[in-house]
Nanobody, 116 residues
Framework: QVQLVESGGGLVQAGGSLRLSCVVSGSFFFSVHNMGWYRQAPVKQRELVAT???????NYTNSVKGRFTISRDNHKNTVYLQIIDLKPEDTGVYYC?????????WGQGTQVTVSS
């Protein structure tokens, strides 16, 4: 069974920064799968905000370009999300999974709250 454990969220002021981590454990060949970060804002659907491919290619939704940086460490089975210049609209629960199908069981996520 594969487990996703996200961490690193918190309450920050607008303009601040955070580094989120997601550790993947269990029967999963981490290095051969795309990984991504998803965000679920209050009363909104979960959306994919950043992806990183097997070879390190990255992609971001328009609203986070230039502020979010996704990276991965295949030796640690970990995917990271560095966020700078946080905005109130970044508030939400952040999850990791493997896009595009997000076929792994969702973790508990990590809450990011940005105050204005």
């Amino acid at each position: 069974q594969v487990q996703l454990v996200e961490s690193g969220g918190g309450l920050v002021q607008a303009g601040g920064s955070l580094r989120l981590s997601c550790v993947v454990s269990g029967s999963f060949f981490f290095s051969v799968h795309n990984m991504g970060w998803y965000r679920q804002a209050p009363v909104k659907q979960r959306e994919l905000v950043a992806t990183i491919g097997v070879l390190g290619a990255t992609n971001y939704t328009n609203s986070v370009k230039g502020r979010f940086t996704i990276s991965r460490d295949n030796h640690k089975n970990t995917v990271y999300l560095q966020i700078i210049d946080l905005k109130p609209e970044d508030t939400g629960v952040y999850y990791c999974n493997s896009p595009p199908r997000a076929f792994l069981s969702w973790g508990q996520g990590t809450q990011v709250t940005v105050s204005s």
